[in-house]
């Protein structure tokens, strides 16, 4: 199993500005996924935060506007840039179990619930 | 069409009652995963299916991978169970998880 710890829980930001979210998992994993959730919206994957490498972006995410930090195996950031309206949002932070090459049970951090005004 | 419905959006219910909720999925899967997230956001697994039938405490997921259906009840609700319920099912040809809009269920004392 894995504990993660999100933060800021929560923030209210001004348009322009950039906020960086926090993900730290108690265990090292090897990949780390960044969602955004949408208010009344099912999750959506932004990138996965590989250790050593760049991250993977999905389509329509940019590494200009989500920059992804992944230091180690236990840590990543994500920023989200000059803001707009449109982007307040549910940030989650997740891991999955691997066994034998198989994706297992998901894990999710708290999620960090971000307001632009 | 979502490749992952659920069923009912919202639903509410008297403390004591059992509760389902419904997951159809239209792609080819390798697992499918029972969430629920709590109001502050955090997000709790609470079964990974592949086929049959899980059970933990008063919840009980199954699947029907024939009918690409899953369902999740709830015996005895209670207040503390309202929370959004998510589906989510990886798929067989990509790897990707794809996401349900989810259910919400409110239990009223």
């Known amino acids: 199993s894995a504990v993660i710890s999100q933060k800021p829980s929560r923030d209210i930001c001004q348009r322009g500005t950039s906020l960086t979210i926090q993900c730290q998992v108690d265990?090292?994993?090897?990949?780390m996924f960044w969602y955004r959730q949408q208010p009344g919206q099912s999750l959506t994957l932004i990138a996965t935060?590989?250790?050593?490498?760049?991250?993977?972006?999905e389509s329509g995410f940019v590494i200009d506007k989500f920059p992804i930090s992944r230091p180690n195996l236990t840590f990543s950031t994500l920023t989200v840039s000059n803001m707009s309206p449109e982007d307040s949002s549910i940030y989650l932070c997740?891991?999955?179990?691997?066994?034998?090459?198989?994706?297992?049970?998901?894990?999710f951090g708290e999620g960090s619930r971000l307001t632009v005004l | 069409k979502n490749e992952v419905e659920q069923s009912p959006q919202n639903l509410t219910a008297q403390e004591g009652e059992f509760i389902t909720i419904n997951c159809s999925y239209s792609?080819?899967?390798?697992?499918l995963h029972w969430l629920q997230q709590h109001p502050g956001g955090g997000i709790v697994s609470l079964f990974m299916?592949?086929?049959g039938k899980k059970k933990h405490g008063r919840l009980i997921a199954t699947i029907n991978i024939q009918e690409k259906h899953s369902s999740l009840h709830i015996t005895a609700s209670h207040p503390r169970d309202s929370a959004v319920y998510i589906c989510?099912?990886?798929?067989?040809?990509?790897?990707?998880?794809?996401f349900g809009t989810g259910t919400r269920l409110q239990v009223f004392p």
């Open positions: 997740s891991v999955e179990d691997h066994l034998a090459g198989v994706r297992g049970e998901l894990f």
């Open positions: 265990s090292q994993v090897t990949m």
């Open positions: 935060a590989n250790q050593g490498s760049e991250a993977t972006y």
């Open positions: 792609v080819g899967i390798s697992a």
């Open positions: 299916l592949s086929s």
């Open positions: 989510a099912v990886r798929s067989y040809n990509t790897d990707k998880l794809i």
